[in-house]
């Protein structure tokens, strides 16, 4: 029997996994259920390969309802140092706690 070569299975999941968040978002604003299709094959993909989906691409949809974030459809709000996103689907609200080194960079990025 061929053996498996697991890291090259690994290495597709994570680039099948990201490709599909990424065509979610091109998909958001023309067909959201699809979209949302999307961003959960790419959570199936990356579970079953257990492969982490790069912390970039997670910002991308909410992590429970599985819908892209688009506008309307969310609300960002700063409360000093912590950044505080609310889906509005669901309402499920996130956290993020920012440093120092993260304000710096998002002001370079705006
Ligand atoms: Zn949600």
Redesign the pocket.
């Known amino acids: 029997m061929l053996k498996r070569e697991k890291e090259k299975e690994r290495r597709l999941a994570l680039e099948r996994a990201v490709y599909l968040i990424e065509k979610a978002e091109k998909f958001k604003n023309i067909d959201y259920e699809l979209a949302r299709r999307y961003v959960e094959l790419s959570k199936k993909i990356a579970m079953k390969y257990r492969v982490r989906i790069p912390k970039r691409y997670k910002l991308y949809f ?1 992590k ?2 599985l ?1 892209p974030y688009k506008a309307g459809k969310f609300r960002v709000r700063i409360n000093k140092s912590a950044v505080i996103v609310t ?1 509005l ?2 309402m ?1 609200v996130r956290r993020f706690q920012l440093r120092d080194r993260d304000v710096q960079r998002a002001r370079r990025d705006l």
Do not use: A, I, V
């Open positions: 909410c429970k309802c819908y889906c689907n669901c499920h």
